[in-house]
């Protein structure tokens, strides 16, 4: 078994969204204060003993999310209401390649977005739990093979 280290950090933004398909309420367009939690790992820790320094996360991370997706509306890409919803409010939607649930936004997150954002720290992102409510979270946690 390898030495791994982890840091934590979270994000809360506000955001909307609706699940094309949902069997209930949550079709409807609406929105949540999400918290967005960031497991970032590393086998080594740097020469002051640290994964990385929490304001790093927070730089990388925290900000990308704050700036894309903060007081935004994500709307799935083959959503039926995207093109109605474009031409109320085209600032305000932000077109996603997935159905908006916390799942598929913890998955983005880990895969897509911060293996970019992470490149130069050498640390990866391990872990996102998204936070849709304090009752009700989903967590995407990369596999051994990504």
């Known amino acids: ?7 934590e950090r979270y994000h809360d933004i506000s ?8 069997e209930s309420k949550c079709r409807f367009i609406h929105g949540h204060n999400y918290r967005i939690h960031f497991v ?25 999310i704050e700036n894309e997706f903060d007081h935004k ?7 039926p209401m995207l093109q109605a919803l474009q031409e109320i ?7 996603v390649p997935f159905n908006p649930t916390a799942e598929n936004i913890a998955e983005h997150l880990v895969t897509e977005i911060a293996p ?5 720290t050498g640390i ?3 872990e996102c739990r998204v ?16």
């Open 124 to 126: 990866i992102l391990l």
């Open 116 to 120: 970019a954002l992470l490149e130069d």
């Open 15 to 22: 955001c909307g969204h609706r699940v094309v398909g949902h």
């Open 1 to 7: 078994m390898r030495n791994t280290y982890i840091a």
């Open 73 to 79: 509306t994500l709307i799935w890409k083959n959503d």
């Open 89 to 95: 409010s085209r600032e305000s939607i932000v077109v």
């Open 131 to 146: 936070e849709e409510t304090r009752k009700c979270s989903a967590v995407y946690r990369r596999g051994d093979k990504e």
């Open 40 to 64: 970032c790992v590393s086998e080594a820790l740097d020469h002051l003993g640290r994964v990385i320094d929490f304001s790093v996360i927070k730089e990388k991370l925290c900000m990308w």
